[in-house]
């Protein structure tokens, strides 16, 4: 059975129940995604005046940014002496991960149960809470000013991601390698379908489509100018 998770961004009378709080935040900054720098994650503990920031790989998801600082925050409680804690979070598919705990699910959420697990026999209650983002709980500005300043700064610390992460750099790669040499193959003498699809997308063009099979297979063959197209005949003498 996974941590507790309650979806309900209602957090705040909560709030002093417990006797920690922990945030975290991973901004999405665009100015950053362009250049290709880290992502950032950060912590704040505001009754112990304590916090911290995350700089990860720019290949990294804000999923696996959002995991990760829940991690470290699971890592620094596991050795402090106070026995309940409540973890605020804007991130809900982390949450729900924890919940349905499968064998797609990233690493992160393994290496998360196991820590919840050491935390329970330890007798230590770690509650995990779901709230929109910048919502009114104390610490959530300076967890997202750590988090954006992480974001665009890079780390020496070696960060480790799941290797699914990586995969939408790869494809993009593999993309961007394949339109070079479709774009050079036929540069001096394009064909038929080249002028009509001088660009290659990641997914095709009728698969969003209605039209049946027989007709997109009249379309296709015209575009690669495969049919049985008499214009032999229609030349000038």
Known sequence: MGPSAILDPAAQSLF???????????????????????????????????????????????????????KKALEYILHIDVDKFCIFTDCKSVLMNLENYGYKSSPLIGEILILDYYLKQRRKLVHYIWVKGHSQISGNEAADSLAKAASCEKTSEKM??????????LK??????????????????????????????????????????????????????????????????
């Open 16 to 70: 002093h129940r417990w006797s920690i709080v922990v945030h975290t935040l991973c901004p999405q900054s665009p100015a950053c995604s362009l250049q290709k720098l880290p992502h950032g994650c950060a912590i704040v503990i505001p009754q112990m005046e304590y916090s911290c920031s995350y700089a990860l790989p720019a290949e990294s998801s804000v999923f696996t940014a959002e995991a990760t600082a829940i």
């Open 160 to 169: 480790l991601i799941p290797y699914t992460d990586y995969l939408k750099t």
């Open 172 to 237: 993009e790669h593999q993309l961007a390698a394949w339109q070079e040499e479709y774009t050079t193959a036929y540069e001096s003498n394009p064909t038929n379908y080249h002028m009509l699809f001088p660009i290659i997308k990641s997914k095709r063009w009728y698969n969003q489509t209605l039209v049946k099979k027989k007709v997109l297979s009249q379309i296709l063959r015209i575009s690669f100018n495969h049919g049985r197209f008499p214009a032999h005949l229609k030349k000038g003498n």
